[in-house]
């Protein structure tokens, strides 16, 4: 059965998957002072950092509204059962808007399928989600087999950041200025993770130095997982491909996943993240 997956402007999707899955991605959209613009359509990512650096300014994101859900369903034949991976509920109001969306075009057309998942990750997490979607729709998975297991993988899915630099946290209000200062004056950088409840972002570890920070973040994966030959692991990086590739290699050298997509942020990830910032996201161990 044909099922047609749907994402949103919060995940970071590789090439490779774009290619070969025919997603719809319904964006999200950055207000600057001067304009608001959707993400993906009236700005690319080159754009967005030339704009950043320009004004000295961070957008403010928004997620799509009810009615922009409602007509990217609506495009979909009717026939055809829709699966639509959203952005974590602990950082935007998206999954909200999809499921009212959702409900405005099934109270027309009663007949569709649609389920919408609150993926409690972002960026390389849901495409670390859509590619076990694919993987189990190429098992001919029923929608609601689909459904089930991916809530499942939901629980497992662990999202893991590192920051080069705060100031995107200072800039946008997230760190005062006097403590961003100190933080730079002592080389400190945060190593994050979506939270197992929420699935907000919550900083787990302050680790000085840069080399320290990234092998930290390296040795952390065996704290989630031991058994990675079967795994796929994603990563992300804001406009740091050279760092994101050295990264990943260190990564597979120490933990044989089985494969890895890399691909960059967005603007919404890269308002948040800051220049150098990685994310990686792969299942955890059964307990």
């Known amino acids: 059965m044909t099922i047609q997956l749907m994402t949103d402007g919060g995940a970071d999707i590789p090439q490779a998957l774009t290619d070969s899955l025919d997603i719809i991605v319904v964006p999200l959209y950055l207000h600057f002072k001067d304009n608001q613009y959707k993400i993906g359509v009236d700005i690319d990512l080159q754009t967005f950092h030339q704009k950043v650096k320009e004004t000295n300014e961070l957008p403010r994101s928004a997620a799509p509204s009810p009615n922009d859900f409602y007509e990217a369903f609506k495009q979909v034949d009717a026939q055809t059962p829709i699966l639509m991976l959203s952005l974590t ?17 099934i109270e027309e057309e009663p007949d569709r399928r649609i389920e919408i998942i609150n993926t409690k990750t972002a960026s390389c997490g849901i495409s670390l989600l859509l590619h076990e979607a694919s993987v189990k729709m190429n098992e001919n998975y029923s929608l609601d087999e689909l459904v089930e297991h991916l809530h499942e993988r939901v629980e497992q899915t662990t999202t893991l950041f590192v920051l080069k630099t705060l100031e995107n946290l200072v800039l946008g209000g997230r760190l005062d200025k006097v403590k961003g200062t100190i933080a730079k004056t002592l080389n400190i950088k945060l190593l994050m993770k979506a939270s197992d409840d929420e ?63 890399l691909s960059e942020t967005g603007p919404l990830i890269s308002t948040y993240g800051g220049e150098g910032a990685l994310v990686i996201s792969f299942f955890k161990d059964n307990k």
């Open 89 to 105: 509920k602990g950082l935007s109001s998206t999954y909200e808007n999809a499921v009212i969306g959702r409900t405005m075009l």
């Open 199 to 261: 699935g907000s972002i919550e900083v787990t570890e302050k680790v000085r130095g840069d080399k320290k920070s990234i092998r930290r973040f390296i040795d952390q994966i065996g704290e989630y997982t031991k058994n990675v030959e079967d795994k796929v692991i994603t990563m992300t990086h804001c406009n740091a491909e050279d760092r994101a590739k050295k990264v990943l290699s260190d990564i597979r050298s120490k933990y044989p996943f089985k494969d890895a997509y």
